[in-house]
């Protein structure tokens, strides 16, 4: 807990910031990628003993850059189920891969994917990711339907030129599917601010339509994130919001990140990070220490407040 009376359960873990997509809000002009290797399988091992032991996280999403570049990630998912015991493991992916992967996955204790798709329409989604994927992704979220996963959740960052004009064909998509469509708020990154000042839409007229269609909001775990979510009498599929940029939900904030190469950030948008990667050949213990010791320098919060303030590393590094 930290000293805003706060706890934190979940951690969001990068694997990697190598990413096999050039999205258009994600990366800067740069390929972004740190000059040292990720977390090894064994340093992941201690990392994950440390948060799900002394310190009691319940929760680990594993994120990226993309997550299924590894070719270890079944053993690391596995590895956090069998060794670390965490409670629920959930992994963000682009979904390019994710349709070979799902089953594997699933069998290692893998119990929620999230995937990444801004866009039904194959072009639009070559001009925001620069490849042409969208049948790989699509084939990507069936697949994780039917492998049975807890959860299957869509991502999708709100575009003014993009989602925000497909969110009626999303919904449509989307009924009578297990899965749950999250529509996010365009945050700020490095060298984004112009893209920022075109793209960004807030997610509150989107709220007033479904609300008039009838969904209701519905309870969700404790440990999710800030998604506010709603669903259809009826209907299996579940829509949420999160609002970072026109709602921030720093009071509410339950997790902590580690980057790929192994630095402890208290905020997405914070400045300060620790080095956690020199304490984990000492063990758990010593890694729980040093995050105790960061957490009591919790700040309230550092979102950003007129979507100029940026985060100082680009998403793929931090696995925001």
Sequence with gaps: MDRQGRRLSYLRLSVTDRCDLQCSYCRSGSAGRTPVPPLSFDEVMVLGAAFAGPLGFRKIRLTGGEPLLRGDIVGIVRGLRERARFRRIAL???GRALAAAAADLRRAGLDQVNVSLDTLCSGSYREIRGADALGDVLEGI????????RKV??????????SLAEFDSFLVWGRGRRIEIRFIELMPTPGNAEYHRLEHVGAAPLLDRIMSDG???VAIEGDAGPATVYQKP???LRVGFVSAVSRPFCSTCNRLR????????????????????PLLERGPQAVADAVRNAVAMRQPGDRPTDGVVACERDMSTIGG
Excluded: Q, W
Aim: charged letters at 30%; proline letters at 2%.
């Design 92 to 94: 963000t992916t682009n």
């Design 142 to 149: 069936e697949r994780s339907v039917e492998v049975g996963f």
């Design 153 to 162: 959740k869509v991502n999708v960052v709100l575009l003014r030129s993009f």
């Design 215 to 217: 969904f209701a909001p």
């Design 234 to 236: 009826g209907d299996s």
């Design 258 to 277: 580690v980057t790929a190469d192994g630095r402890l950030k208290l905020c997405l948008f914070g400045e300060e990070s620790f080095d956690l990667r």
